[in-house]
């Protein structure tokens, strides 16, 4: 039940659903999904995110990326999951007499298995003794029946399991069911023999081969077999069980970790103001690659079909740069083409760029705090709010009046959720997220002057540079279960 609910909270950056997502004020699209591991102690579930976009703010959507900012990055997750995680049923005397239930409904349920050990025992037995004839079969060469063999060794069965009483009488059930039409049906104190001999083995033709043919073949047999199998696996168990409880909980605490490497490929138009040491103005591309790695701590509290709280707290080691804390801006350059005359042709195009001189390169330190509150009822939104702090000599403004100290960039985020669930009866899935948000990059920085012209920036650039309003819109992806 723990890696059932944890797996279905798992998040990537921000909506918390595996699929689509997309920012529609960058724009920017994750692509992000999820899968429960097993046997691997505790690591539970690995995750990923792929996300690409555009970094810049200018970005005219009819004119196309050819002269825009972007990024790809790649993330994938490992949670491992510690035993710290508990549960409530309320609390007394409510909680004791919900216990006792969930005590007593675990008790049928195990007590229903072992009858379907026992079931799927004996047809297993049923159908090896009738298909016993089968064993004997040659292939066509002697090698390729060793080398059958070899692969698929025959494994003796044993017929004094229906020494037993309760066996029989399971036996007797589904021999009944298998040659129903004869009559009359085997009593339930029909022996060994009579259930043996009217379930009978199939008859091979003196001929067969690879392309022989059966007389008196039952199909049944191998039909029980088959749902007795997949009857008694321990999932099945394991999922009756969180059934049997599903109603009576009040509460339930998760707590895992997460390891999160990732890479970061980003292109961005640079201004250059000099070429090969002349003063010169031209725009370049400039593509880098970063790479770095998070841990998280993540808290989430479950109260069934009412509501949830998730924290998250994580710290960042990465190569990168300081484009958070740098405006980039619109340009438009214009070239001649052709001339007649008093008439010239010009080509003009445009896009988004950064001054070059003020990109800078290192590492970076950093540290986030994100909470969600996530009411479980259709059209009901939540909220979150998200926090950041980052800390590097990259944050070194020295080209603006007494900002060349500077090292730190603290952002902060907030806004609401809305998770449209399926009608579905008995199914809780995330059909449609939608997600509105309003973010301020740097809540420590004020407005700017320049250190070459003593020109303070505008009002309209500082706000453009540090607040964002946006909204984001989650599509999950269900991929089909075998």
Same mark, same amino acid.
């Given at each position: 039940?723990?890696?059932?609910?944890?797996?279905?909270?798992?998040?990537?950056?921000?909506?918390?659903?595996?699929?689509?997502?997309?920012?529609?004020?960058?724009?920017?699209?994750?692509?992000?999904?999820?899968?429960?591991?097993?046997n691997?102690?505790?690591l539970?579930?690995?995750?990923?995110?792929?996300?690409?976009g555009?970094?810049?703010?200018n970005?005219?959507?009819?004119k196309?990326?050819?002269?825009?900012s972007?990024?790809?990055e790649?993330?994938?997750?490992?949670h491992?999951?510690?035993?710290?995680?508990?549960?409530?049923?309320?609390?007394?005397?409510?909680?004791?007499?919900?216990?006792?239930?969930?005590?007593?409904?675990?008790?049928?349920?195990?007590?229903?298995y072992s009858?379907?050990?026992?079931?799927?025992?004996?047809?297993?037995?049923?159908?090896?003794?009738?298909?016993?004839?089968?064993?004997?079969?040659?292939?066509?060469?002697?090698k390729?029946?060793?080398?059958?063999?070899?692969?698929?060794?025959?494994?003796?069965?044993?017929?004094t399991?229906?020494?037993s009483?309760?066996?029989?009488?399971?036996?007797?059930?589904?021999?009944?069911?298998?040659?129903?039409?004869?009559?009359?049906?085997?009593d339930?104190?029909?022996?060994?023999?009579?259930?043996?001999n009217?379930?009978g083995k199939? &008859?091979?033709? #003196?001929?067969?081969?690879?392309? @022989?043919?059966?007389?008196?073949? !039952?199909?049944?047999?191998? /039909?029980? $077999?088959?749902?007795?199998?997949?009857?008694?696996?321990?999932?099945?168990?394991?999922?009756?069980?969180?059934?049997?409880?599903a109603?009576?909980w009040?509460?339930?605490?998760?707590?895992?970790?997460?390891l999160?490497?990732?890479?970061?490929g980003?292109?961005?138009?640079?201004?250059?103001?000099?070429?090969?040491?002349?003063?010169?103005?031209?725009?370049?591309?400039?593509?880098?690659?970063?790479?770095?790695?998070?841990?998280m701590?993540?808290?989430?509290?479950?109260?069934?079909?009412?509501?949830?709280?998730?924290?998250?707290?994580?710290?960042?080691?990465?190569?990168s740069?300081?484009?958070?804390?740098?405006?980039?801006?619109?340009? &438009?350059?214009? #070239?001649?083409?052709?001339?007649? @005359?008093?008439?010239v042709?010009? !080509?003009?195009?445009?896009? /988004?760029? $950064?001054?070059?001189?003020?990109?800078?390169?290192?590492?970076?330190?950093?540290?986030?705090?994100?909470y969600?509150?996530?009411?479980?009822?259709?059209?009901i939104?939540?909220?979150?709010?998200?926090?950041?702090?980052?800390?590097?000599?990259?944050?070194?403004?020295?080209?603006y009046?007494?900002?060349?100290?500077?090292?730190?960039?603290?952002?902060?985020?907030?806004?609401?959720?809305?998770?449209?669930n399926?009608?579905?009866?008995?199914?809780?899935?995330n059909?449609?997220?939608?997600?509105t948000?309003?973010?301020?990059?740097?809540?420590?920085?004020?407005?700017?002057t320049?250190?070459?012209?003593?020109?303070?920036?505008?009002?309209?650039?500082?706000?453009?540079?540090?607040?964002?309003? @946006?909204?984001?819109?989650?599509?999950?992806?269900?991929l089909?279960?075998?």
């Open positions: 039940m723990i890696i059932q609910d944890i797996s279905y909270a798992i998040t990537g950056e921000a909506i918390p659903i595996t699929g689509l997502k997309i920012d529609v004020s960058k724009p920017e699209g994750t692509i992000s999904g999820a899968f429960p591991i097993k691997l102690g505790a539970k579930n690995i995750s990923f995110d792929i996300k690409g555009v970094t810049g703010q970005f005219n959507l009819f196309g990326f050819k002269n825009v972007g990024a790809f790649a993330r994938p997750s490992f491992l999951v510690p035993s710290w995680s508990s549960g409530k049923y309320g609390y007394p005397p409510k909680s004791t007499q919900n216990k006792l239930l969930v005590i007593a409904n675990n008790h049928l349920v195990d007590k229903e009858l379907i050990k026992d079931s799927l025992n004996v047809i297993r037995l049923l159908k090896e003794y009738h298909t016993e004839p089968l064993t004997n079969i040659k292939s066509k060469t002697e390729k029946r060793k080398k059958q063999d070899e692969n698929h060794p025959v494994k003796p069965f044993d017929l399991t229906l020494d009483l309760d066996k029989r009488k399971i036996a007797i059930y589904f021999v009944n069911k298998i040659c129903k039409d004869v009559k009359p049906a085997l339930e104190n029909a022996s060994k023999d009579d259930i043996l009217r379930l199939v &008859e091979v033709d #003196a001929n067969a081969s690879d392309k @022989g043919f059966l007389m008196g073949y !039952k199909q049944e047999v191998y /039909t029980y $077999y088959k749902l007795y199998t997949s009857r008694s696996s321990y999932e099945t168990q394991n999922k009756l069980k969180i059934q049997n409880s109603d009576l009040t509460k339930k605490s998760y707590y895992w970790f997460t999160s490497p990732f890479i970061r980003e292109g961005i138009n640079a201004y250059h103001n000099k070429y090969q040491g002349l003063d010169s103005l031209y725009f370049k591309s400039e593509n880098s690659w970063y790479y770095g790695g998070t841990a701590f993540n808290l989430y509290h479950l109260y069934p079909k009412r509501f949830a709280h998730f924290l998250r707290a994580s710290i960042t080691l990465s190569h740069n300081n484009l958070a804390a740098l405006s980039p801006f619109g340009y &438009e350059t214009t #070239a001649p083409m052709f001339q007649a @005359g008093n008439s042709t010009q !080509k003009t195009s445009s896009g /988004t760029a $950064y001054t070059f001189d003020q990109i800078r390169y290192g590492f970076l330190k950093s540290a986030s705090i994100d969600y509150f996530l009411p479980l009822k259709t059209f939104p939540g909220a979150y709010i998200s926090t950041n702090f980052n800390n590097s000599k990259l944050y070194n403004l020295v080209d009046v007494g900002r060349e100290n500077d090292s730190w960039l603290i952002g902060a985020e907030g806004g609401l959720i809305f998770n449209i399926s009608r579905e009866s008995g199914k809780e899935k059909i449609l997220s939608i997600l948000y309003i973010r301020n990059e740097d809540v420590t920085d004020k407005r700017r320049s250190v070459k012209t003593g020109i303070e920036e505008s009002s309209d650039d500082f706000n453009k540079r540090n607040w964002r309003i @946006g909204l984001k819109v989650g599509i999950p992806i269900n089909p279960q075998r």
